[in-house]
């Protein structure tokens, strides 16, 4: 067993004295037989919620009426979730109701793919129910039962299977593709945060492009925000081949990028997509200074004024785009603009007025500006005399 399923051996182990089973299931079993880092380990368990409050003194009630209950051991906490079953799903999202069960394959029934579906005991001991160890073995992921009720449940799974697709670098299985491909469009009744929440997980992955290749071929994209009719502007993102996304803000503005879209199409889509107003600003300002290098208007002010942190995020994106330019001496010029916003000016507007003995107003606004400017391009050093001298002289 791995170090982070040993650790979380006592938990499994007291669960199993006072009579219960246990097992450690889902994303950590299929990352940990990949060999991969693991995250979170999920525990699930035949005993009801209440039980596992008599076992343990310290829990947490995190999503008691899902069954999972939060135990804490140490400094460690582990979720511990009731084996359950899910009916209803009438809105094609959320089941109706959820039932407690004591069956261990009946919890591994209801998860979404084969690769997940798979349960590891405190000996080590690998259930496999649905073929997930064959599954990860070839590399496919593939619906628990029929892919086209699977969907029809929870539409959010064909997310959740492109999303893996992308981060595993798998295959989806013919039969689950072909179920993704024909109810596409029950995509419309899931809310836009969940879908986001999968595509971001997508688009930062090491493969992005094997995901994001189905997510466009299978018709995934018809149905998100602004995505509709632009399948051949998106396939042009797959051309910038082996290159990976280093954050969301920088895979959205490759997508801006690709889209064609102005400042105002792709504030839209950003707020279509319900993205937070930071990842909203940096992307939308990226995207910007981007367009900035690709018409060579290599700017510093402008570069400036869009902000500096986003610099590097561009030069990636540039690199991606093939966009060309000396990228070293304008790296070497940004990196040497002594300030990042009018904050760190070593004189205020209160200086300003003192210097030219004027009252506070419009006129202060303006020479402020025009120092902050000046010391960005390096036309004055950033310290007080200099620009009191400086002042002085440009009135
Ligand atoms: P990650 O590494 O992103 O956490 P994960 O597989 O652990 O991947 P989670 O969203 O944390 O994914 O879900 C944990 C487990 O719960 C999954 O492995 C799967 O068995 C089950 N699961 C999660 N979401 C669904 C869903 N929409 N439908 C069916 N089963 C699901
Ligand atoms: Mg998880």
């Known amino acids: 067993l791995p170090a982070d399923f040993k650790e979380a051996l006592p938990v499994l182990e007291k669960i199993e004295q006072a009579g219960f089973e246990a097992y450690f299931v889902g994303g950590s079993v299929r990352d940990h037989i990949l060999g991969l880092p693991i995250h979170d380990v999920d525990i699930a368990t035949s005993a009801y919620p209440k039980e596992i409050k008599e076992i343990f003194k310290r829990t947490v009630d995190t999503g008691i009426q899902h069954g999972t209950v939060t135990v804490l051991m140490g400094d460690d906490s582990y979720e511990i979730t009731t084996f359950r079953t899910e009916s209803g799903y009438q809105d094609f999202r959320r089941p109706d ?162 889209l064609n879209l102005n400042h105002q199409e792709f504030n839209k889509l950003l707020r279509d997509w319900k993205v937070s107003n930071k990842t909203r600003e940096t992307s939308l300002n990226t995207l910007n200074m981007l367009h900035l290098f690709e018409n060579q208007d290599l700017d510093l002010w402008n570069i400036y004024k869009l902000g500096v942190g986003n610099f590097e995020r561009v030069i990636k994106l540039c690199q991606m785009f093939e966009i060309e330019f000396d990228y070293t001496k304008l790296k070497e010029q940004v990196n040497n603009i002594p300030i990042k916003n009018n904050h760190d000016l070593a004189l205020t507007g209160k200086d300003v007025c003192e210097i030219l003995d004027v009252k506070p107003g419009p006129i202060i606004g303006k020479s402020m500006s025009r120092i902050e400017r000046s010391v960005v391009e390096g036309n004055v050093s950033n310290n007080f005399d200099d620009l009191r001298h400086y002042l002085l002289i440009n009135q």
């Not at 209801?110 to 690769?115: A, N, V, W």
């Not at 009719?229 to 910038?240: A, G, Q, R, S, V």
């Open 97 to 258: 109701k959820v039932t407690f069960v004591r069956s261990l394959e009946d919890d591994l029934k209801r998860r979404d793919f084969t690769i997940n579906a798979l349960a590891v005991d405190c000996n080590g001991n690998v259930i496999d129910k649905f073929d997930g160890l064959q599954d990860l073995d070839k590399k496919i992921i593939r619906a628990v039962g029929k892919p086209e009720e699977r969907f029809h449940e929870d539409a959010l799974r064909m997310m959740r299977a492109v999303r893996f697709q992308a981060q595993l670098n798998f295959k989806v299985e013919v039969k689950t593709a072909q179920a993704i491909s024909d109810n596409a469009p029950l995509l419309k009744k899931i809310a836009v945060e969940r879908i986001r929440e999968e595509f971001i997980k997508m688009m930062i992955s090491q493969t992005w492009q094997a995901g994001f290749d189905d997510f466009l071929k299978l018709g995934l994209s018809q149905f998100c925000p602004d995505f509709s009719n632009h399948k051949t502007e998106l396939l042009d993102l797959l051309k910038i081949n082996d290159q990976i996304f280093e954050d969301e803000d920088q895979a959205w503005s490759a997508l801006g990028f690709v």
